[in-house]
């Protein structure tokens, strides 16, 4: 099968043939329809420390056909259509107990959506609802990632949120804030042209960095945020977080910045801030997604901005590594539903 091979110390993505997979007893083949290109397949094919082995077909927002059964599956008939958590789990350790398969260190991902087959355990597939496409279905896992990191703060009627960058996690957090019920959003970014879609996703206003940056949230939001959704990932953006975050408030970082980044321990202790880190999500992060996608103020298939072929992989990799406006690129692999 045809499949994008990262081949380690930092080298352009190839496209080449690998073995057919097999599916082992617990496990479903399926055929993949879509695969997104998330921000960490960038950051873990660029050749730093957080890099993948040598090797690795990448891809964790997938959708697709089951294909084949293991001799031990039950509840799974060829055809269904599903999408699943990159993530097993050992069984035994604190992050499984709490259900986030994704903090497990003992057992191995559920990666491989850049090809044309994958095996997928059954245990962390679910079934796509008849509601949603397979374009739905491999936007669960971003939803699921925002959903889960939202959960982690107090938000609720009364609270003012600022969410700060453009990309597709923050636009799903936007989604997010708003179904959860915040009085008032503010999405913060560099990126203007991404200001309708901010707003079309649930913000009430959409303030552009730079100049006057704290007071124009502020006067948008009616004070100062009571929770601040990092979504950026860059160096000195926690820092920013805590300028703008008002006294006892809550700063969620989703951006997973894999450099340092320095903060002024002083000023976020003069506002008593609370920060978290939160990483993954759990199945039922993924079930919920999957039961309110269709359900919601705005269809999350706003965020796709391109869809390409499996050829074109390694070409929009070096693309999205560089300014672009890109939002959320999904690879089609297979024949596509109707």
């Not at 896992?141 to 939202?150: N, S, T």
């Not at 009364?158 to 597709?168: A, K, P, Q, T």
């Not at 959003?185 to 996703?201: E, G, K, N, P, W």
Request: proline residues 7%.
């Amino acid at each position: 099968m045809k499949a994008a091979i990262y081949p380690g110390a930092g080298q352009p993505m190839v496209v080449g043939q690998v073995p057919d997979p097999v599916p082992g007893p617990d496990e479903v083949l399926i055929r993949v329809h879509r695969c997104g290109i998330c921000g960490t397949d960038l950051h873990m094919t660029e050749g730093h420390a957080f890099q993948f082995p040598a090797g690795t077909v990448p891809g964790h927002e997938y959708a697709g056909e089951v294909i084949a059964l293991g001799k031990n599956v039950a509840g799974w008939r060829v055809g269904d259509r599903l999408t699943a958590l990159p993530s097993t789990g050992c069984g035994h350790c604190e992050a499984c107990a709490r259900g986030n398969l994704v903090l497990c260190s003992n057992a191995p991902g559920v990666m491989g959506g850049f090809a044309d087959y994958m095996r997928v355990p059954a245990a962390v597939a679910i079934r796509l609802p008849a509601t949603l496409s397979l374009a739905d279905g491999a936007l669960i896992e971003p939803l699921a990632v925002a959903r889960y990191g939202l959960r982690q703060s107090d938000i609720g009627p009364s609270s003012r949120v600022l969410i700060l960058g453009g990309g597709s996690v923050a636009l799903c957090a936007i989604w997010w804030a708003r179904r959860m019920g915040a009085a008032r959003i503010v999405a913060a970014s560099r990126s203007r042209h991404r200001a309708d879609m901010a707003l079309a996703m649930g913000a009430d206003a959409f303030v552009p960095f730079g100049e006057g940056e704290e007071q124009h949230v502020a006067d948008h939001l009616g004070g100062a945020p009571d929770i601040v959704i990092e979504c950026v990932g860059l160096p000195d953006f926690l820092g920013r977080a805590i300028r703008h975050v008002g006294q006892f408030g809550q700063v969620i970082s989703l951006g997973f910045c894999t450099a340092p980044d320095a903060i002024v321990p002083a000023i976020a202790a003069r506002k008593a801030v609370t920060m978290r880190f939160p990483v993954g999500y759990t199945l039922s992060d993924f079930e919920h997604v999957a039961r309110e996608m269709d359900k919601g103020h705005a269809d999350p298939k706003m965020l796709i901005s391109s869809e390409i072929g499996l050829p074109e992989l390694p070409a929009m990799f070096d693309a999205l590594r560089g300014p672009n406006r890109e939002t959320k690129v999904h690879v089609r692999l297979g024949r596509e539903e109707g």
